[in-house]
C-alpha cells in the first residue's frame, strides 16, 4: 500500500511580502541561506525588530539544518508574538514535528492550525497522516474522509479512498480481535475461577480429614489414659477395708431363736 505523503508546502504559506522592509536575515533565508540567516534572525528578535515572519523564517532556517528541536522552539516562542501568523506558525510546528517522529505533536500543532482556519486543508491531511502513524486509526479515518468530502478532486482521491479502505478493515480486525481477546480472558477467568473452586474443595477435604484423624487420637488417648486409670483403681471386695485391719462389725441381735 503506497502512502498518501505528508504536504510540506511550508513555503507556499510564508508571506511573500511585508508590509516592512525585508531584514538582511530574511532575504539570507530566501536566498537559500539558512546558516547566514540564523544569527541575523535572532539579531532582530533580540533588538526587538521583528516582522511577521521571523519567527517563522527562523524555524524553517534551523528545520533546514536539520535542527528539529531549534526550530520547534523558536516556532513556539513566535506563537507567543503578537504579529505573527499563528496559522503558519503552527502548521510549520506540525511538519517539523512530524519529521522529528513526534506524531502525537505533530496532531496537536495541526489542530491548532484548524482552529485557526476551519478551511485550512493542507492542516487537516497532514493531521490524518499523524494520526495513522500514532496509530489512532479512527480519527485518521475521519479526517481522511472530511478530507475527500471537501475536496473531491484532489489528485491523491484515489490513493486516500484506498487508505480509507485499509483503516475501515484494519478497524475492524482490531475490534473482532478485541472482542476475542475479551471472550479468550473470561474463559480464562472462569477456569481460573473453576480451578481455585477446585483447590478450595481439596482443602478443605484435607483439613476435614486433618481434624477427624486429630479427633480419633485425641480419643484413643484419651481412652488409654481411661483404662490405665482403671487398672489402677482397687474395687475387689476382698480387698476392701475399714482401715487399721479393723473389721466391720453388725451390732445387732438376731430376732431368730
Same mark, same amino acid.
Request: hydrophobic content about 40%; aromatic content about 10%.
Given at each position: ?165 485499509? %483503516? /475501515?478493515? &484494519?478497524?475492524? *480486525?482490531? @475490534?473482532? $480481535?478485541?472482542? !476475542?481477546?475479551?471472550? =479468550?480472558?473470561?474463559? %480464562? /477467568?472462569? &477456569?481460573?475461577? *473453576?480451578? @481455585?473452586? $477446585?483447590?478450595? !474443595?481439596?482443602?478443605? =477435604?484435607?483439613?476435614?480429614? /486433618?481434624? &477427624? ?5 485425641? $480419643?484413643?488417648? !484419651?481412652?488409654?489414659? =481411661? ?31
Amino acid at each position: 500500500m503506497n502512502k498518501v505523503y505528508i504536504s510540506f508546502c511550508i513555503l507556499v504559506f510564508l508571506s511573500v511580502f511585508s508590509l516592512f522592509a525585508e531584514s538582511e536575515g530574511e532575504k539570507l533565508f530566501k536566498s537559500n541561506d539558512p546558516s547566514g540567516a540564523i544569527p541575523l534572525l535572532e539579531k532582530d528578535i533580540i533588538a526587538g525588530t521583528v516582522s511577521a515572519d521571523t519567527y517563522n523564517f527562523l524555524g524553517l532556517s534551523y528545520y533546514q539544518l536539520g535542527n528539529f528541536s531549534k526550530a520547534i522552539e523558536t516556532f513556539e516562542k513566535g506563537m507567543k508574538s503578537p504579529i505573527s501568523n499563528k496559522k503558519i506558525l503552527s502548521f510549520n510546528q506540525g511538519n517539523v514535528a512530524y519529521a522529528a517522529g513526534d506524531y502525537n505533536k505533530a496532531e496537536s500543532c495541526f489542530s491548532l492550525a484548524l482552529a485557526a482556519s476551519p478551511s485550512f486543508y493542507e492542516a487537516l491531511l497532514n493531521r490524518a497522516n499523524s494520526r495513522l502513524m500514532a496509530q489512532k486509526y479512527q480519527e485518521a479515518l475521519d479526517d481522511y474522509k472530511k478530507y475527500i468530502t471537501v475536496l473531491p478532486d484532489d489528485p491523491q482521491e484515489p490513493e486516500i479512498r484506498r487508505l480509507i479502505a485499509y %483503516l /475501515e478493515g &484494519e478497524i475492524q *480486525r482490531i @475490534q473482532e $480481535e478485541a472482542i !476475542r481477546f475479551a471472550e =479468550e480472558q473470561k474463559r %480464562l /477467568e472462569e &477456569e481460573n475461577a *473453576r480451578m @481455585q473452586a $477446585e483447590l478450595a !474443595r481439596q482443602q478443605a =477435604e484435607r483439613e476435614a480429614a /486433618e481434624a &477427624e484423624l486429630r479427633a480419633a487420637e485425641a $480419643e484413643r488417648r !484419651r481412652k488409654l489414659l =481411661e483404662d490405665v486409670a482403671n487398672s489402677l483403681q482397687q474395687t475387689d471386695t476382698v480387698n476392701m477395708t475399714a482401715g487399721a485391719e479393723d473389721v466391720l462389725d453388725y451390732d445387732y441381735e438376731s430376732e431368730l431363736e
